[in-house]
């Protein structure tokens, strides 16, 4: 069935590199206009010279309260309302550590971005999507939110928080148009590792520690697999993980 109110506007966080930056691809190749948020311009524009003008390249801090608050309103008639929201932003700069090694602040920076972030970026965009009554939520967790490991503490905590936002948004709009999926993925490669880890070397060591990797499309065919499902069907989670 076709949504007539479908604006098929998304907005992209973490739109710079690995899975933010393939869902942008995916999306403007299915026909949405995008908006591609993330903090290094350079890269955005990098995008929007590969994509054309159904991209539009926003730079944005999601541990930035004000910038948030003003997005929806930041953005050019042709890319609002925004109705799809694709929350990706997050990362794990200095994990992998045991929890005393890092410091109070190195872990709370991994929850401000990868949970209040995106916690301010959905309520920054919420309104919009109530008042037309239409939108999709997808919020990238992990993995990691449903099995713990040891030397994950404040990103597993995060992407636990990530899951239990997502099942608890949902049954808060159920019923008024706005659905919400969470994409949990194993191990991708990406520029992920290198910057949890601060070492490109270490990075590539990282994923080739595993038999298998997943790569940033796989995830981005994910993500548009859950939006294109028709209105009455909800993907609520979906663990997408590597095989060999
Ligand atoms: P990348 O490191 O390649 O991309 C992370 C993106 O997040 C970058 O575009 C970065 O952009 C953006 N970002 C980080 N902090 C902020 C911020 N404060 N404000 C705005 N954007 C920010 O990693 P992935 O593509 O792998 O990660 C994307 C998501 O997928 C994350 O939420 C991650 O937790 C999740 N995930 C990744 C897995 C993996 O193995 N790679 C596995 C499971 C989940 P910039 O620096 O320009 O702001």
Same mark, same amino acid.
């Given at each position: 069935?076709?949504?007539?109110?479908?604006s098929?506007?998304?907005?992209?966080?973490?739109? *710079? *590199?690995?899975?933010?930056?393939?869902t942008?691809?995916?999306?403007?190749?299915?026909?949405?206009?995008?908006?591609?948020?993330?903090?290094?311009?350079?890269?955005?524009?990098?995008?929007?010279?590969?994509?054309?003008?159904?991209?539009?390249?926003?730079?944005?801090?999601?541990?930035?309260?004000?910038?948030?608050?003003?997005?929806?309103?930041?953005?050019?008639?042709? &890319?609002?309302?925004?109705?799809?929201?694709?929350?990706?932003?997050?990362?794990?700069?200095?994990?992998?550590?045991? %929890?005393?090694?890092?410091?109070?602040?190195?872990?709370?920076?991994?929850?401000?971005?990868?949970?209040?972030?995106?916690?301010?970026?959905?309520?920054?965009?919420?309104?919009?999507?109530?008042?037309?009554?239409?939108?999709?939520?997808?919020?990238?967790?992990s993995?990691?939110?449903?099995?713990?490991?040891?030397?994950?503490?404040?990103?597993?905590?995060?992407?636990?928080?990530?899951?239990? %936002?997502?099942?608890?948004?949902?049954?808060? +709009?159920?019923?008024?148009?706005?659905?919400v999926?969470?994409?949990?993925?194993?191990?991708?490669?990406?520029? &992920?590792?290198?910057?949890?880890?601060?070492?490109?070397?270490?990075?590539?060591? &990282? +994923?080739?520690? %595993?038999?298998?990797?997943?790569?940033a499309?796989?995830?981005?065919?994910?993500?548009?697999?859950?939006?294109?499902?028709?209105?009455?069907?909800?993907?609520?989670?979906?663990?997408?993980?590597?095989? *060999?």
């Open positions: 069935m076709t949504d007539k109110h479908a098929r506007i998304a907005l992209v966080t973490g739109a *710079s *590199s690995g899975i933010g930056a393939a942008c691809r995916r999306l403007v190749a299915e026909g949405y206009r995008v908006v591609a948020a993330a903090r290094r311009r350079d890269k955005l524009d990098g995008l929007r010279a590969e994509l054309g003008d159904r991209l539009y390249p926003l730079e944005l801090d999601v541990d930035d309260a004000a910038a948030v608050a003003g997005l929806a309103a930041a953005l050019p008639d042709a &890319f609002r309302p925004v109705d799809t929201l694709i929350n990706n932003a997050g990362h794990d700069t200095g994990g992998r550590r045991r %929890f005393d090694e890092g410091s109070a602040d190195d872990w709370c920076a991994i929850i401000e971005t990868n949970v209040a972030g995106l916690i301010r970026v959905t309520r920054a965009l919420i309104d919009d999507m109530l008042a037309r009554g239409h939108g999709h939520i997808v919020n990238l967790g993995i990691a939110g449903l099995r713990p490991y040891a030397t994950g503490t404040a990103y597993v905590a995060s992407k636990y928080a990530v899951h239990g %936002f997502s099942e608890t948004l949902r049954l808060d +709009y159920a019923g008024r148009g706005i659905r999926s969470e994409i949990m993925p194993g191990v991708v490669r990406t520029s &992920f590792a290198e910057q949890r880890l601060g070492d490109a070397d270490g990075a590539a060591e &990282f +994923y080739d520690g %595993f038999d298998a990797c997943l790569e499309e796989d995830i981005a065919d994910t993500v548009a697999y859950a939006l294109k499902q028709p209105r009455h069907v909800e993907i609520a989670q979906l663990v997408v993980l590597p095989a *060999s």
